[in-house]
Nanobody, 122 residues
Framework: QVQLVESGGGLVQAGGSLRLSCAAS????????MAWFRQAPGKDREFVMA????????YAADSVKGRFTISRDHAKNTVYLQMNSLKPEDTAVYFC???????????????WGQGTQVTVSS
């Protein structure tokens, strides 16, 4: 079993930065692919970034390439999303998710955190 808890969201000015954390529990954490999704009011969940079980391969949506970075620390059982050059359109609830294999489809993920709000002011 895997449990995920996000933290680090908040209110920032456009152009600013935030780092989200996803603390995971479970013996299989190191073997799972991890991903970040986001959902704005009235919209579907959107894929943001993912990282392989080894941490050696990452994937990013075009909308965040060059601005966001995903990483993981196995010793701390934690996945991070570093967000730079934030834009108002990045405003959403951000969720972390875990699955045995990488995917950009929300339904492919077995475990989800509760979400953390990110708001970027104009």
């Amino acid at each position: 079993q895997v449990q995920l808890v996000e933290s680090g969201g908040g209110l920032v000015q456009a152009g600013g930065s935030l780092r989200l954390s996803c603390a995971a529990s479970g013996r299989t954490f190191s073997t799972y692919a991890m991903a970040w999704f986001r959902q704005a009011p009235g919209k579907d969940r959107e894929f943001v970034m993912a990282i392989s079980w080894s941490g050696g391969t990452t994937y990013a949506a075009d909308s965040v390439k060059g601005r966001f970075t995903i990483s993981r620390d196995h010793a701390k059982n934690t996945v991070y999303l570093q967000m730079n050059s934030l834009k108002p359109e990045d405003t959403a609830v951000y969720f972390c998710a875990a699955a045995p294999h990488y995917s950009t489809i929300p339904g492919s993920y077995d475990y989800w955190g509760q979400g953390t709000q990110v708001t970027v002011s104009s």
